[in-house]
């Protein structure tokens, strides 16, 4: 066969490059590819897809609020450093309360039923519920979410219930009535104090509607934010992902009020953590919508995680934190930024010829001349539940395509192989591999937070020509959703 150049594709999880200063013991692993971030004033950040901002410093001065506009698959906020992170304004990524907005006309208050929305890597809250059949009013959204209030039998003095607080480092508030086990239950905890993966909260449940007008929504839960810097991170302002309030219920003939989001996460890691004492880290629970009503309210949403990791620390002793911190044993190196181990997919050898570790897209691999077709193609992954095959894809300068699907993969989880035989055509060509398994319920209900809220089912992996590794998530309902790869490094998957 004639000389041929191949292109090399593969749908690899790369953790972010780049080298920190020598000078710092922890390589917070940033690439610096956009400079310094010295904001002068209020500034809305867009988050890329993967949700990742790679800085060489950040300075928030006094009087400065950032915030996030959320990316379409809604991941957590990462600000990764190469040098110090100065932090005396604000970060706020908190969830929004439900609106206190009335639409029947009659005065009263959050008869609207809008939730309040998730911060970046957050959950919404639950509607209101509606004055028509069970008047049900609707759960929050995520891992913790609370439930809806529902409308009260005779037995439980025919009220309308609250919604009730979504959960996450602790459960969101529950209501249950004065004598019969009747009532509302709050969001359940979820995650880990290494908040890894990094996840929001979860949205509060939405109050259930009276007779003639609508509950009010529930809070959206907060947001999550990563900051790695090689340097010192100081805190002398606030980083905010509280939770949002239920709304407000008000008025003649009103419904019930929402139950409040739970709080968010915040996960710090540096070489140096400083601050004084005006420095705040909150990611409390959102509170209960009031209704003058007995019963008629909703509940406290849980309060979220907060974890600090550093080899040093000036920070003052009385700056807040709220909830209270998780801090590795003193003299314990930062950990990860992300999880270790995610799923990979490789092509390793074609024909032979070793690929490069990271693929350029231009003339990765050169044939000989004497090479013969067919060929053989070496994978090689990394989480890939064993028995899953790989589809294989040749597309040449000119001229169809050719396919092939290999061998099921084998060895071990961690390190597993499989191959294929396909022909290649002369000339350039390139090569694209993917491959789909099915992923656990539990890690499904954490991809969720990139799949418009709908637990996955499978997860594709797959590259494409000259761009990043991408991936491509596969709900129940068998909607489809493609993602940077850079996010499955957030949840470590299983099969």
């Known amino acids: 066969m004639k000389r041929a150049q191949v292109t090399a594709l593969a749908a690899a999880l790369i953790a972010a490059g780049g080298l920190a200063p020598t000078a710092w013991a922890f390589n917070s692993g940033s690439t610096g590819e956009l400079g310094a971030f010295n904001p002068t004033v209020t500034t809305v950040v867009p988050l890329p897809p993967s949700g990742i901002l790679n800085y060489t410093s950040v300075t928030i001065p006094v009087g400065v609020t950032v915030t996030f506009q959320k990316n379409a698959t809604n991941t957590p ?12 304004g604000t970060i706020n990524i908190s969830g929004t309360s439900a609106a206190n907005v009335g639409t029947q006309g009659d005065g009263a208050l959050g008869d609207d039923g809008a939730p309040g929305l998730g911060g970046p890597g957050g959950y919404d809250g639950g509607r209101g519920g509606l004055p028509t059949g069970t008047r049900l009013a609707g759960q929050g959204v995520g891992p913790g979410a609370g439930i809806g209030g529902h409308f009260g039998t005779s037995s439980c003095n025919g009220i309308a219930f609250g919604g009730a607080g979504g959960g996450y480092g602790t459960a969101g508030g529950g209501f249950l009535c004065v004598g019969p086990n009747i009532g509302i239950t709050g969001g359940q905890p979820y995650g880990n104090p290494q908040i890894l993966p990094l996840i929001g909260g979860s949205g509060g449940g939405g109050g259930a509607s009276a007779a003639s007008l609508s509950g009010s929504g529930g809070g959206g839960g907060g947001g999550a934010i990563l900051i790695a810097a090689s340097g010192t991170v100081t805190i002398n302002g606030s980083i905010l992902a509280n939770g949002g309030n ?108 070793n690929a490069p570790a990271a693929p350029t897209g231009n003339a990765d691999i050169t044939l000989p001349s004497s090479t013969s077709n067919p060929v053989t193609v070496m994978f090689e992954s990394s989480g890939v539940p064993l028995g899953s095959t790989v589809f294989l894809a040749v ?5 169809p395509r050719a396919t092939a699907v290999s061998t099921a993969l084998s060895g071990t989880v961690e390190n597993a192989t499989a191959s294929a035989s396909i022909t290649l055509p002369a000339g350039p060509s390139a090569l694209f591999a993917q491959t789909t398994f099915t992923v656990v319920a539990s890690i499904g209900e954490l991809l969720k937070n990139f799949a418009g809220n709908e637990r996955v089912e499978k997860v594709t992996l797959m590259a494409s020509l000259g761009g990043p590794a991408k991936a491509l998530l596969i709900t129940v309902s068998g909607k489809e959703y493609e993602v940077p790869a850079e996010v499955l490094r957030l949840t470590a998957l299983g099969g």
């Open 77 to 88: 906020v990462t600000i990764l450093a190469t040098g110090d992170v100065l932090i005396n």
């Open 246 to 353: 239920g709304g407000v219920s008000n008025g003649a003939g009103i419904g019930a009020s929402g139950g409040g989001g739970s709080g968010g996460a915040i996960r710090i890691l540096a070489t140096h953590l400083a601050g004084g004492p005006a420095g705040v880290l909150s990611a409390v629970g959102g509170v209960l919508g009031p209704n003058a009503s007995f019963n008629g309210h909703g509940t406290n949403g849980g309060v979220g995680r907060i974890r600090l990791e550093y080899e040093t620390t000036s920070r003052n002793a009385s700056a807040v934190t709220n909830p209270g911190p998780t801090i590795p044993i003193a003299g314990t190196p930062p950990g990860p930024v992300f999880i270790a181990g995610g799923p990979t997919l490789r092509i390793a050898q074609v024909a032979g010829s």
């Open 395 to 399: 597309t040449p300068a000119f001229g």
